[in-house]
């Protein structure tokens, strides 16, 4: 994908200009995985003055900078062999459009392959940590997708009807969010996840809970105390505690 150069750049492009003035003097740091990851991101983040960090897929070609010079051009499948293996430093990557960038690889042993990160700051496990935060966000992109919503299924490509389904969407996600939260306040998580980790996110933890209470439920009025909008005397409210 090159932004700017095809319909999904261009989309990329527009996104991030809208985002930009709200960011105001901000540091700002884009993270993004392999289907983004490229030249093009790397200079469209250069150009905006924010820092990239960005996760490459191990077919990329680096030439390492070791103590005795630079290495040879090779794929970076060829660096990382097994768990365990870790290796912070500076590189070439990209033969064809090449940049001297930072790079930090980690492959933590349990790990199904490692992780081969870029960035303009200083390769090192502090990389690793901030791009971890990206996977906070995965669970919520799954929701979306085919483990919950499954928006892509309903093929809708208008525009003003696209915005109308995800403002339903939306909504459906914060209703979602606020009965999880009841169901962590009221000590019930446990019935619906592991003891020894957390599996379900907050979508599904709110979407078993809410299936649970219409099992049991005999009178509606339960069910309404748990909507998230409530009628006041000026009106609609919506509330959403945690």
């Known amino acids: 994908m090159i932004p700017g150069k095809t319909s999904n750049g261009r989309s990329l492009l527009a996104l991030l200009d809208r985002v930009r003035p709200h960011l105001g003097q901000a540091d700002?740091?884009?993270?993004?995985d392999r289907?983004?990851?490229?030249?093009?991101?790397?200079?469209?983040?250069?150009a905006r003055g924010w820092h990239y960090l960005l996760r490459l897929s191990k077919e990329h070609t680096c030439r390492?900078?070791?103590k005795g010079g630079w290495a040879d051009w090779t794929a970076f499948r060829t660096v990382v062999k097994k768990p365990g293996y870790q290796w912070y430093g500076s590189a070439q990557v990209w033969?064809?459009?090449t940049i001297e960038t930072a790079v930090s690889i980690c492959w933590r042993p349990g790990c199904?392959?490692?992780?081969?990160?870029?960035?303009?700051?200083?390769?090192?496990k502090?990389?690793?940590k901030t791009y971890a935060l990206r996977m906070r966000v995965e669970a919520?992109?799954?929701d979306s997708k085919s483990r919950g919503w499954n928006i892509?299924?309903?093929?809708?490509?208008?525009?003003?009807?696209?915005?109308r389904l995800l403002l339903g969407l939306f909504l459906a996600l914060w209703w979602t969010s606020r009965l999880a939260a009841a169901c962590i306040h009221h000590g019930q998580r446990a019935r619906f996840d592991r003891r020894d980790r957390r599996d379900k996110g907050i979508f599904r933890l709110g979407r078993l809970w809410l299936l649970d209470m219409l099992r049991r439920i005999t009178q509606s009025t339960v069910l309404v105390r748990c909507l998230p909008f409530s009628k006041q005397a000026t009106g609609w409210r919506f509330t959403l505690r945690f």
């Open 28 to 32: 700002c740091t884009l993270i993004a």
């Open 35 to 46: 289907g983004l990851a490229g030249f093009a991101l790397v200079e469209l983040c250069q």
């Open 64 to 66: 390492r900078k070791l």
């Open 95 to 97: 033969q064809e459009q």
């Open 112 to 124: 199904q392959e490692a992780w081969i990160l870029i960035s303009d700051r200083k390769a090192g």
């Open 126 to 128: 502090k990389q690793i």
């Open 140 to 142: 919520t992109f799954q």
């Open 152 to 163: 892509e299924a309903s093929a809708v490509t208008e525009q003003d009807r696209l915005n």
